[in-house]
């Protein structure tokens, strides 16, 4: 089967364009979460969706973050306008309640913001 | 609300050598509790977990127990190998969602 699908792999972007992180989750699965890692503040999860209904936005940073989930295989990560502080890898994960809580990550997205 | 803390990084290690890396735990209700481990330029993936009290996950040689009258779940290996440099991230997973809380994660780096 296949594991959870992240586009792109790698961005390289310049300050104040608008940028859109991709994710697809395991079939079957009907939870996603975004997280952000970094060195500085490590792993910080961003926002969850359940059923497609996002739950928990409150580690969205700012107004910039914006996540939907237009459909139940299917998010979108979007910052407008992108700045250097932005710089980190992105991950989504899905789960279901089957999977007795266990999380599966995506391969991340590295994003560089100029 | 729920809580993990996990030893300071990075540890390295001999060959060979024993692993422990300590984590413990503050959590409402029954929390599941989890290892996952992140290669080098990958993301996370589950090592083991365990459900309940006294529960033992094992993997890969990786041990850990479900310690609920101390709140821990302490990851062990008999003997690292250079393979098993990685970050290791303790996790709980408590109420709906599916929403997990991860310590903050634990570098290992093994030497030959």
């Known amino acids: 089967d296949a594991g959870v699908i992240q586009s792109p792999r790698h961005e390289v972007t310049e300050m104040g364009q608008e940028v859109t992180l991709r994710c697809k989750l395991i079939s079957g699965h009907n939870s996603l979460f975004w997280y952000r890692q970094t060195m500085m503040r490590g792993l910080e999860l961003l926002i969850y969706f359940n059923n497609n209904v996002p739950i928990d936005d409150s580690g969205m940073p700012e107004d910039r973050f914006s996540a939907k989930m237009p459909n139940a295989s299917f998010s979108t990560l979007k910052i407008q306008p992108s700045e250097p502080r932005d710089s980190a890898v992105y991950f989504c994960?899905?789960?279901?309640?089957?999977?007795?809580?266990?999380?599966?990550f995506g391969p991340g997205t590295r994003l560089l913001v100029l | 609300g729920n809580s993990v803390t996990q030893m300071e990084g990075p540890v390295t290690l001999s060959e060979e050598a024993f692993l422990t890396i300590n984590c413990t735990y503050t959590?409402?209700?029954?929390?599941?509790l989890f290892w996952y481990v992140q290669y080098p330029g990958e993301g996370l993936q589950l090592l083991l977990k365990a459900t309940k009290a006294d529960d033992k996950g094992s993997n890969k040689g990786f041990e850990a127990t479900y310690r609920k009258e101390t709140t821990s779940f302490h990851l062990e290996k008999g003997s690292v190998q250079v393979s098993d440099s990685a970050v290791y991230f303790c996790a709980l997973s408590s109420g709906g969602y599916q929403k997990v809380t991860f310590g903050t994660g634990t570098k290992l780096q093994v030497i030959p």
């Open positions: 994960a899905s789960t279901n309640p089957g999977a007795g809580g266990t999380q599966y």
């Open positions: 959590a409402t209700g029954y929390p599941s």
